[in-house]
Nanobody, 124 residues
Framework: QVQLVESGGGLVQAGGSLRLSCAASRRTLSSYTMAWFRQAPGKEREFVAVLSRNGANTYYADSVKGRFTISRDNTKIAVYLQMNNLKPEDTAVYYC?????????????????WGQGTQVTVSS
């Protein structure tokens, strides 16, 4: 079992940037497909980005494509979500998710491990 801890959320003005981190406790993340999801107030949780287990493939939601980047550090113990040109509609609780999948997927139910979330608020 792996525990995930997100950090890096906060309040930022529109057009600004934030970098979210997702760290694993006790275990490297190199065996896991990693994803970020988000949930805005009053809305369903939605897919944001995913990184394949081998680090070679990524996929993004259309709403964040070109602005957000998912990556993993060389030690493979943390995954990041670099968010640039933030918009008020990006305001949400962001969740890190992981699973030992051999493929990338945007389906939430495919991920067994979840963090507690970190709040991102973008002011206009």
């Amino acid at each position: 079992q792996v525990q995930l801890v997100e950090s890096g959320g906060g309040l930022v003005q529109a057009g600004g940037s934030l970098r979210l981190s997702c760290a694993a406790s006790r275990r490297t993340l190199s065996s896991y497909t990693m994803a970020w999801f988000r949930q805005a107030p009053g809305k369903e949780r939605e897919f944001v980005a995913v990184l394949s287990r081998n680090g070679a493939n990524t996929y993004y939601a259309d709403s964040v494509k070109g602005r957000f980047t998912i990556s993993r550090d060389n030690t493979k113990i943390a995954v990041y979500l670099q968010m640039n040109n933030l918009k008020p509609e990006d305001t949400a609780v962001y969740y890190c998710a992981a699973d030992t999948l051999s493929f990338i997927t945007t389906t939430q139910s495919a991920y067994d491990y979840w963090g507690q979330g970190t709040q991102v608020t973008v002011s206009s």
